[in-house]
């Protein structure tokens, strides 16, 4: 990793940012829609959900988390599609910098956004009633959880963001990812699932990554959900990652 890589990456970095910034609707999206969510989940409908571990904000929050991490590379694939589209992507490959700033650039504004967005998830979820008991090494280890997450799903976002042709195309893709907490442990326990949801339910990355973050968060153990979320992360993270850099390399030829 050179100087001149990382000084490239830091700027393209805070020009990101400066966007995301000056876009309502990426802040909104990104950022108030999980919180209404959360309010949502827990004022509106949480009365009726029994789930049988206490409080329900305590139940809920982890699947909101991975729902705020959704939504937010959703824009890291448009804002790489903008660039692509209007130009900008080019010009910066004209230019006097290290060639895969363009894309790393991109993929730390996801990091950073995200974590930004989980943190005001988290101290709305404390001041509604979320209470955890775990040791700041959980805490750390939730929090590795959900960038390892994050950064897998932002090379997966990277993927359409390089190679769709419309607007329409970049934004799809992220649907099933928002919709796949709602087929898992975030918000009931799957027991009450019937049979081949149930099996769904349980076998799909979202349930393990869930069960663990939950699981941290009280301070009990994590059993065999722990290697199965990092499993599922590490090796998307791998794959997509690969695929991204082989698009990305093809692009740029």
């Excluded at 990456?9 to 990426?26: G, N």
Aim: glycine fraction near 8%; include cysteine.
């Amino acid at each position: 990793m050179t100087a001149s890589f990382v000084h490239d990456t830091t700027a393209l970095l805070k020009r990101s940012l400066r966007h995301i910034l000056r876009s309502p609707d990426t802040i909104i999206t990104t950022a108030i829609t999980p919180i209404a969510m959360l309010l949502l989940f827990v004022y509106v409908l949480g009365g009726s959900i029994h789930t049988g571990h206490g409080k329900y904000v305590n139940y809920l929050l982890p699947g909101i988390l991975l729902i705020t991490v959704a939504s937010g590379i959703a824009y890291t694939a448009f804002r790489l599609f903008t660039d692509m589209s209007n130009g900008i992507f080019e010009r910066f490959q004209s230019m006097p910098i290290a060639r895969s700033a363009v894309l790393w650039g991109h993929v730390l504004t996801s990091v950073v956004a995200n974590l930004i967005s989980l943190a005001l998830v988290v101290l709305v979820g404390i001041a509604i009633g979320f209470r955890s008991s775990a040791s700041v090494f959980a805490w750390l280890g939730v929090t590795g959880i959900l960038v390892l997450f994050t950064l897998a799903l932002t090379w997966l976002a990277v993927i359409p963001g390089l190679t769709a042709k419309s607007v329409d195309g970049v934004s799809g893709f992220s649907y099933p990812l928002i919709f796949l907490p709602f087929v898992s442990s975030a918000f009931v326990p799957t027991s009450g699932m019937p049979g081949p949801v149930r099996w769904f339910a349980e076998n799909q990355p979202v349930t393990s990554i869930v069960n663990t973050i939950r699981n941290l968060y009280a301070e009990q153990p994590v059993g065999n959900d722990v290697w199965i979320a990092l499993a599922w992360c590490v090796g998307l993270l791998v794959v997509a990652y690969a695929l991204a850099m082989s698009t990305y390399r093809r692009k740029i030829a």
